[in-house]
């Protein structure tokens, strides 16, 4: 979803830095995971970024939040 926001819609959910830090967690414990259909690759995560295609429920539930701030 923080992804979803900052590249597609221009929003931060959560600052940079977290953003980062949750980004490493999850490549940290990437073996646990990496078989899931909308799992970011290793590379996104190392970067810090997501641009390939977001599953409707992210996008709809971003846009659900966003409207609730």
């Not at 959910?13 to 949750?22: K, Q, W």
């Not at 490493?24 to 970024?49: G, Q």
């Amino acid at each position: 979803m923080c992804s979803y926001a900052y590249y597609r819609l221009n929003e931060n959910l959560i600052p940079d830095g977290e953003f980062d830090e949750l980004a490493n967690k999850l490549l940290a414990e990437y073996p646990k995971w990496k078989d899931h259909p909308h799992c970011p690759t290793e590379d996104d995560l190392r970067a810090s970024t997501y641009l390939g295609e977001y599953p409707t429920i992210v996008q709809v539930a971003t846009e659900v939040y966003l409207k609730r701030m």
